[in-house]
Each structure stands twice: as C-alpha cells, then as structure tokens.
C-alpha cells in the first residue's frame, strides 16, 4: 500500500545560505612562507634516515644540508632552524661544546649564510644537544636543574650563534628569565638586529620522542652518585595548564622577545588561540616530531590520505591564530602546494 507522503515544514523564509559562499570566503591562507623548516645536521658524509620520522634525515654538514636547503628555497620555504647532533665525545654536564664557535651549529649556520644569504636561520638555544645528561640546563649532582647557572650558559650560546650569523635565536630550555638575559647579552655584543623567537609556552610532552631519537638527546642516568630527572616537568610546563601560558608570554614580552611559540601544535590549538587574543606579537606553532610520526605512519597504512591530512592540519595552525608553523612537513607542503591548480585553497 503506497504510503502517505511525510508531511514536513517549509524552509525558514529567508533562507540563509552559507553553502553559496564557500569559495569565496576564505578566511585563512597556508603557504610555504608560513614556514619554519627544522634542520638536523651531523658530522658525516652521509644523511642517515630517522626511524620514527619517515622522509626525515640527519643530513651531512658537507652535502645535505647544502641540497635540502636549496631544495626547500626553489619551493619558497625560506626559513629553517637548526638542530645539531653532538657526538657523545663532545657532550659534557656542563654543555660548553654549546658555545664552541666551530661547533656543528656554528658553522651550519655560517655554510647557509654564505651561500644563501635571504634564507632566514633560526636556532636552538638550550644544552640538551650538548650535555651528556640530556637536559636542557645544567644538573646538580642532587638532581636540580640550575636555572640561574644555565642562563649564562645560554647567553653565551646566543651570542657565539649571532656570532656565526644567525637571523634569530630561539631558546628552547623554558629556564625562568632567559628572553630577557639573552636580549641583553645579544645588544651588549652588538646584535640589535639579531630577533628572538622564545618557545614561550612549551609543555613537557610526550610528542617529543621521535626527535630526541634523531639527536640522541634523551635525559640519561648518569654516573653513580648522581640524580638525574628522567623527564623535563620541572621546567616545561604541565599540559593541564592553559593560564600559566599567558604568565609566560607576558614574561617573555616584558622581557624582548619577538615571535612567542606554542609547543607542542595540535594538541595545544587553544592555546595558540589564547596567545593570539592576548598579545600583538607574532606566534609560532611547531608541530613537533611525534605529530609528523602519526600522520606518517597512519599514511603509510593507508589510513588517511597523507596529502589531504597534512594540508588540513597546517591550515588549522593558522586558523588557531599561527602566523608562522615550524613543521618537518615544510618542503612535502610546499611540494604539494606548487603542484595544486589552485594552491591558496590549502
Ligand atoms: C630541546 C628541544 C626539543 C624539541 C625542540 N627543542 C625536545 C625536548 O624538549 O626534549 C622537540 C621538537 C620536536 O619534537 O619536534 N631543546
């Protein structure tokens, strides 16, 4: 027996209709300007892959810099930051490989300088590539994480970074008073022009792991007698806490700094947006290593696909409010992008 048709209500009148709008009101653009390209450099001839982060390699100080580089400048990725992996010889508990001026990351960022003077060099400013207990500061034989000792430390790292050329030093270790200590000892040795981009709120995450992997810089035990943390929670800060990040970014603007960063990116969009609302400083998002890692590995699965995916998720970096994404995924972005007939659409 045919069925009575379903009675239903007429559309509202006027009917609004977001969905004739959809291309042309495009609120937030990606493209490869908007990023940071993380570099991690050793001492070899050759690049090694890391494991827990596919199409990611430790490039050689000779060639592979030296190519990435130029590969990701043809793309439009003008901006990187630099990583060095210290040989165990070199690490100290006191990090002072840190400062050497013909350390890895000294002379990387004067190979780049040369030969691609317009490209941007940011870089890391903290011991933990240097110091053979793995921490961002330096540890007393008790287990504390000298937080006054270290800035000096990391000052001097600035400066000898500047030295070598670099356009913006960004300090990772989240010791307390650091911006401020670091801009001083960069305009006291005639670096003005020499910006920083503080990780101002940076979490103790469990993101990290794939690149401590790649530099080898995990907190290790150390000699007997000796304490050390086996995490970082005493100075990067508790995932918990939304509030304490805005303490830290006016810290860090009292304090100089020029770019103020958010750590890990994905899980951490609220905060981005947080900062964003509470200050007029550009913000930067790094989607860390643990992040490339699950995109990479559900796209090897054939689970997402990978292209779709990683464009969405950058795009959303700047929805939340970053003006700048440090991301391994940079050159494979830019790739893309150049590739798509209409590129601005993601
Ligand atoms: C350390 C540093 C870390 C990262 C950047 N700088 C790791 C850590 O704090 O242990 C992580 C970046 C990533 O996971 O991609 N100074």
Same mark, same amino acid.
């Given at each position: 027996m045919a069925r009575s048709p379903t009675p239903y209500p007429p559309p509202p009148s006027p009917l609004p209709r977001p969905q004739n709008f959809r291309r042309s009101i495009r609120e937030n653009f990606l493209g490869p300007e908007h990023f940071i390209l993380p570099i991690f450099v050793h001492d070899d001839d050759k690049n090694v892959p890391i494991s827990s982060m596919p199409g990611i390699e430790r490039l050689s100080f000779d060639n592979g810099v030296m190519d990435y580089v130029a590969k990701a400048k043809s793309l439009g990725v003008n901006q990187v930051v630099i990583f060095? @992996? /210290?040989?165990?010889?070199? @690490? /100290?508990?006191t990090a002072e490989e840190a400062f050497n001026p013909n350390g890895l990351s000294q002379r990387t960022i004067r190979a780049i300088k040369d030969k691609f003077p317009d490209i941007e060099v940011y870089t890391d400013v903290a011991l933990d590539p240097y110091n053979s207990d793995g921490h961002d500061g330096i540890v007393r034989d008790d287990g504390v994480v000298l937080n006054d000792q270290t800035i000096e430390y990391l000052c001097r790292q600035a400066v000898s970074q500047a030295e070598a050329g670099a356009d913006c030093v960004a300090p990772s270790d989240m010791m307390d008073g650091r911006v401020g200590a670091i801009r001083e000892a960069l305009d006291a040795n005639g670096f003005q022009e020499v910006s920083i981009m503080s990780y101002t709120a940076k979490y103790a995450s469990a993101y990290y792991g794939p690149f401590r992997d790649a530099l080898d810089s995990a907190p290790r035990a150390g000699a007997t007698g000796r304490v050390i943390p086996p995490n970082?929670?005493?100075?990067?800060?508790?995932?918990?806490n939304l509030r304490e990040a805005l303490r830290e970014a006016e810290l860090d603007e009292m304090e100089g700094a020029d770019i103020m960063m958010v750590k890990p990116g994905l899980p951490y969009l609220d905060v981005i947006r947080y900062l964003k609302d509470n200050t007029t400083l550009p913000i930067s998002a790094y989607h860390v290593s643990g992040e490339y890692a699950m995109l990479k590995a559900a796209a090897e699965r054939g689970w997402l696909n990978e292209k779709d995916v990683a464009l969405e998720t950058l795009m959303c970096f700047r929805r939340a409010g970053a003006d700048i994404i440090l991301t391994y995924y940079a050159v494979e972005a830019a790739e893309w992008m150049a590739g798509d007939a209409m590129p601005r659409l993601y």
């Open positions: 060095p @992996k /210290t040989p165990d010889n070199l @690490k /100290t508990s970082k929670k005493t100075y990067q800060m508790d995932p918990a």
